[in-house]
């Protein structure tokens, strides 16, 4: 009886199910709604504030879908288009029927009958001529759609690609053109002139046909009031406000990190980046008033980066002042530009230095003239100082010094640091830069490194983190985003952030310039050779902020230092942050030493003064101060004597400070406290030797020395000159064994040459000698 019953089921169903079935496939093969139309390239702060936005590449506003739509203009666009949006398939079979009767009666299309999802399907395919059959692909391409899309899916792909008038398309970038802010913000009577623009965009839009559009927009109003939608109240205050004009220009707030993004491979999306709006905003008003400021003297361009410690996120991206054209460098995003950077690089070496023992906070570094295989470095003050503190090496900035570190470190071993911190510009082998890298002979970006000091404040905050990644973006990878540390403990990272936090510093004419800062600032600045670039870089445990100043066609212009012109635009930005405290000492990582106060060294059995300080945990302990030396003196203190002219229950035993000859020279003319050895007594200088008392300073060792010729093509003569630790000592010079001249008092003598190597001999009338090697590289002319 069942089958019976199946049977002839069957037969009385058969052709519509099998119409319902060929329906079915049929609708399965039609593809639903789909849009290739590129989009506009939007840039948003954390909070979804636009920063700013690139027309789509066919030169239209043509904003991504967003992830959802207003609930003011859902209702306003349904009430006007289809209020029966949630409750049909695609197609209103009433409306449908109305229009065609329409149709039949008047010969032409009266009214459309279209659906929202019909309307969608239309605009898909280019709004082409309205047809009987044109309806009726519609229809069918409507129904897939609701079969494959969601309700609100289908009415944000409307608001997304529905035509507002010239070359608008789309909701937000309607809302942004003609009312300057984001849908969420627009008012009903707003919403409303969006929900109806898109009926005629061709004739009716804001800057045209002004009465049409107020006509139609006050329409609508109406029938929201009448179906409830908006209360009497709200009714009444719509209808008073005015229709848009002309539309407004987009945000550019952050332009070059909007151009940055469409080349890191974003365009046609929606960046949500970890930018600040209101931070980003006052970083563009300080750098526009210090444009102002720089431009009278030829500077036309500066760059600014604020990047969280803690985090690695961009707060803030200034690319460049806001001036206009090629011949300006304005489009130049100056924080991804290679620039050369001075000495900013300077702490890095320190930190290297300290992180593996080689060297103590205060210890003294030699300051005197040197010469690297023709490379003879000078300080920016074109003075010596014999020894200084590392530290104060550091906090100062100066040269000779820190390139007489990076010798005794190795330029190939600094190389290494350098890139496994991130530095990705260093394209070139260690060898190519020499060590004038240390005083900028190199190039870098500020991106890169303001990374890299980020880095360090990160990783003395979090000490298990050995890499920080700096990003502007709130959820994609971007190109260059990590940066490594794991080289550096965190008791380097602490003393070297403590060496620059001087709110003092000196500048190119010798003066110091004070800075005030209400919080506590590490930082750094640099100038590159011929004053074409001027950078600072600040880290505190919240922030790390790096400026730079210059023009971006590499023109130098005088005055401009790290000093003078980056440095105040760096404070400035520090004082629209939020404060916040100092780094914590990381006391874990550091043991305490007793340390020669006159020296900075691991005091010795001879050092006066001894103080306990922390370290670092990893210092060499064994490597004792070689400066302070007991020596003996007779009962009065004024001779130096010996054991084979005096007796030893008589002498005077002493701690004495000593510096190498050349050191001492230098040494003596910043510290009037230094004492020099008290000569020997006369019949106390029997058979001494090695007292080391001689000290060359120019030719400095390793100097090649060019002897041009005159206009005359006589042969020039060089100027060499030595010191002696007693002032009344004669000295003997000699060269390749053929004497030249004997000195007292100032030990300085012309000498001419020929090219080639010599050997200059030094002795004075005990018989201490000092004998160097001297090159001479050929006769050049004028």
């Known amino acids: 009886m069942k089958r019976f019953f199946r049977r002839r089921f069957f037969r009385r169903w058969k052709n519509q199910l099998i119409t319902v079935f060929v329906l079915v496939m049929f609708l399965m093969l039609v593809p639903p709604v789909r849009f290739n139309d590129p989009y506009s390239t939007l840039l948003l702060d954390s909070n979804g504030e636009l920063l700013g936005a690139k027309v789509a590449p066919d030169g239209q506003w043509r904003f991504p879908s967003p992830d959802r739509l207003p609930e003011k203009y859902r209702k306003a666009v349904l009430c006007y288009e289809d209020r029966y949006f949630y409750y049909h398939p695609g197609i209103n079979p009433v409306s449908m029927v109305r229009a065609l009767v329409q149709y039949f009666r008047k010969g032409r299309i009266v009214s459309g009958g279209s659906t929202l999802t019909m309307q969608l399907a239309r605009i898909s395919r280019n709004n082409p001529s309205r047809t009987v059959w044109e309806k009726l692909l519609e229809s069918i391409l409507s129904i897939r759609t609701e079969l494959r899309y969601s309700k609100s899916a289908i009415l944000g792909l409307y608001a997304a690609h529905a035509p507002f008038g010239s070359n608008v398309i789309g909701l937000e970038a309607a809302s942004w053109r003609y009312f300057g802010a984001p849908p969420s913000r627009l008012s009903w009577a707003e919403n409303a002139t969006l929900a109806v623009l898109p009926n005629s965009p061709s004739l009716i839009f804001p800057g045209k046909n002004q009465e049409k559009l107020l006509g139609k927009r006050n329409q609508l109003l109406v029938k929201m009031f009448k179906r409830g939608i908006i209360d009497r109240q709200t009714y009444e205050l719509a209808l008073a406000e005015p229709v848009p004009g002309e539309p407004h220009p987009l945000p550019k707030i952050a332009p070059h990190l909007l151009d940055r993004a469409i080349s890191d491979g974003f365009q046609g999306q929606r960046i949500v980046t970890t930018l600040d709006i209101n931070i980003q905003k006052r970083m563009n008003e300080i750098i526009g008033r210090y444009h102002d400021l720089f431009s009278t003297n030829g500077v036309s361009n500066a760059a600014a980066l604020v990047i969280s410690t803690r985090t690695g996120q961009v707060i803030g991206y200034v690319g460049n002042s806001g001036v206009k054209g090629e011949k300006e460098g304005g489009d130049v995003d100056m924080i991804t530009a290679k620039r050369n950077f001075g000495s900013l690089l300077k702490p890095f070496l320190y930190a290297s230095m300290l992180n593996e023992g080689l060297l103590l906070p205060e210890m003294?570094?030699?300051?005197?003239?040197?010469?690297?295989?023709?490379?003879?470095?000078?300080?920016?003050?074109?003075?010596?100082?014999?020894?200084?503190?590392?530290?104060?090496?550091?906090?100062?900035?100066?040269?000779?010094?820190?390139?007489?570190?990076?010798?005794?470190?190795?330029?190939?071993?600094?190389?290494?640091?350098?890139?496994?911190?991130?530095?990705?510009?260093?394209?070139?082998?260690?060898?190519?830069?020499?060590?004038?890298?240390?005083?900028?002979?190199?190039?870098?970006?500020?991106?890169?490194?303001?990374?890299?000091?980020?880095?360090?404040?990160?990783?003395?905050?979090?000490?298990?983190?050995?890499?920080?990644?700096?990003?502007?973006?709130?959820?994609?990878?971007?190109?260059?985003?990590?940066?490594?540390?794991?080289?550096?403990?965190?008791?380097?990272?602490?003393?070297?952030?403590k060496a620059i936090t001087a709110v003092k510093r000196p500048e190119d004419n010798g003066t110091l310039k004070y800075f005030y800062s209400a919080r506590k600032i590490g930082w750094k600045t640099g100038t590159s050779y011929g004053s074409r670039d001027a950078w600072a870089i600040g880290v505190t445990p919240e922030y790390t902020v790096g400026v730079w100043i210059g023009?971006?066609?590499?023109?130098?212009?005088?005055?401009?230092?790290?000093?003078?012109?980056?440095?105040?635009?760096?404070?400035?930005?520090?004082?629209?942050?939020?404060?916040?405290?100092?780094?914590?000492?990381?006391?874990?990582?550091?043991?305490?030493?007793?340390?020669?106060?006159?020296?900075?060294?691991?005091?010795?059995?001879?050092?006066?003064?001894?103080?306990?300080?922390?370290?670092?945990?990893?210092?060499?302990?064994?490597?004792?101060?070689?400066?302070?030396?007991?020596?003996?003196?007779?009962?009065?203190?004024?001779?130096?004597?010996?054991?084979?002219?005096?007796?030893?229950?008589?002498?005077?035993?002493?701690?004495?400070?000593?510096?190498?000859?050349?050191?001492?020279?230098?040494?003596?003319?910043?510290?009037?406290?230094?004492?020099?050895?008290?000569?020997?007594?006369?019949?106390?200088?029997?058979?001494?030797?090695?007292q080391n008392p001689i000290g060359l300073i120019y030719p400095t060792p390793g100097a090649r020395i060019y002897l041009p010729l005159k206009g005359d093509q006589k042969r020039s003569k060089s100027i060499w000159k030595a010191t002696h630790r007693n002032s009344d000592a004669t000295l003997y010079w000699h060269l390749d064994n053929i004497f030249l001249a004997k000195t007292k008092g100032e030990h300085t003598i012309e000498v001419m040459a020929e090219p080639g190597i010599h050997t200059l001999t030094l002795m004075d009338d005990n018989g201490e000698s000092l004998t160097v090697k001297v090159e001479i590289i050929g006769i050049n002319k004028k």
Request: glycine share 6%.
């Open 551 to 690: 023009n971006a066609n590499g023109e130098g212009r005088s005055g401009i230092t790290g000093v003078s012109c980056a440095a105040p635009v760096m404070f400035d930005i520090f004082d629209q942050l939020p404060a916040s405290a100092w780094f914590k000492e990381p006391v874990k990582d550091m043991t305490t030493a007793r340390i020669c106060a006159k020296s900075g060294c691991i005091a010795g059995e001879s050092c006066p003064v001894v103080e306990n300080r922390k370290i670092m945990s990893v210092a060499n302990l064994t490597k004792t101060c070689p400066y302070h030396r007991i020596i003996h003196l007779d009962p009065a203190g004024i001779w130096q004597v010996t054991d084979k002219c005096f007796s030893p229950s008589q002498m005077l035993n002493q701690s004495w400070f000593v510096l190498p000859p050349v050191q001492e020279y230098f040494y003596r003319q910043f510290h009037s406290d230094y004492l020099p050895l008290p000569p020997f007594r006369d019949d106390c200088r029997y058979e001494l030797t090695s």
């Open 364 to 497: 003294l570094v030699t300051d005197i003239p040197v010469s690297f295989e023709g490379y003879s470095p000078k300080n920016v003050l074109k003075t010596f100082e014999g020894a200084v503190p590392a530290n104060e090496v550091l906090a100062r900035s100066l040269n000779v010094p820190s390139v007489i570190l990076l010798h005794n470190y190795g330029i190939g071993k600094f190389n290494a640091v350098l890139k496994e911190l991130g530095m990705r510009t260093l394209i070139y082998p260690p060898e190519h830069y020499g060590l004038s890298i240390i005083l900028g002979g190199a190039e870098g970006s500020l991106w890169e490194l303001s990374s890299i000091y980020a880095a360090l404040g990160n990783h003395l905050l979090y000490q298990s983190n050995d890499s920080i990644r700096v990003t502007y973006s709130r959820d994609r990878e971007i190109p260059g985003s990590s940066f490594y540390l794991q080289r550096f403990s965190p008791s380097a990272a602490w003393f070297t952030l």
